[in-house]
T-cell receptor, first 114, second 117 residues
């Protein structure tokens, strides 16, 4: 089955700096890679996703890059703000006609220091 | 709140007891997923349904676990003869492949936190 590894497990940055979280996956058939943000005591929420036919996707201060050959993808947050502090999870999935379970990384706890 | 809902939010039980959790997905979503999340870990896939059909079960889902979605709407997850190792947050998510712009997005519920004493 799919194995997703995520690094680092914790990350502290100064407000305004950039944060980068990296994930690798094992199953070359995986073709959908979402990133979820989970604030303390709350449910995970999708912040950005990318499909395998795209190398990069950006949404305001958040971007995701995908290297299919190396089987890794990264989340980039620029101009970090204190409200970006949360746990971030990457996931890999195979989209099919019948559904797509996610295989999640172990999470990165991001702290943005004001 | 029109999002995914789960009930109960918290459950404390004694080892050996049976527990049942309920998930109500977003109404137009035909896919429903169950995950388990322990402290410091990402959600781990347990099982999922498309409409009322249970299409896949993880190896994590032992014989003590059973899930149903009898009418293709809400789902229940039952754990029989609970063990301390079952203590975790049980998350439900739903999705619909027909909905743009992120058709594969899974919307998560608030979870049911299970504590087995």
């Amino acid at each position: 089955g799919e194995n997703v590894e995520q690094h680092p497990s914790t990350l502290s940055v100064q407000e305004g700096d950039s944060a980068v979280i990296k994930c690798t996956y094992s199953d070359s058939a995986s073709n959908y890679f979402p990133w979820y943000k989970q604030e303390l005591g709350k449910r995970p929420q999708l912040i950005i996703d990318i499909r395998s036919n795209v190398g990069e996707k950006k949404d305001q201060r958040i971007a995701v890059t995908l290297n299919k050959t190396a089987k890794h993808f990264s989340l980039h947050i620029t101009e970090t703000q204190p409200e970006d502090s949360a746990v971030y999870f990457c996931a890999a999935s195979i989209i099919s006609n019948t559904g797509n379970q996610f295989y999640f990384g172990t999470g990165t706890s991001l702290t943005v220091i004001p | 709140d029109t999002g995914v809902s789960q009930d109960p939010r918290h459950k404390i039980t004694k080892r050996g007891q049976n527990v049942t959790f309920r998930c109500d997905p977003i109404s137009e979503h035909n896919r429903l997923y169950w995950y388990r999340q322990t402290l410091g870990q990402g959600p781990e896939f347990l099982t999922y349904f498309q409409n009322e059909a249970q299409l896949e079960k993880s190896r994590l889902l032992s014989d003590r676990f059973s899930a149903e979605r009898p009418k293709g709407s809400f789902s229940t997850l039952e754990i029989q003869r609970t063990e301390q190792g079952d203590s975790a947050m049980y998350l439900c998510a739903s999705s619909s492949h027909r909905l743009a712009p992120t058709p594969n997005e899974q919307f998560f519920g608030p979870g049911t936190r299970l504590t087995v004493l």
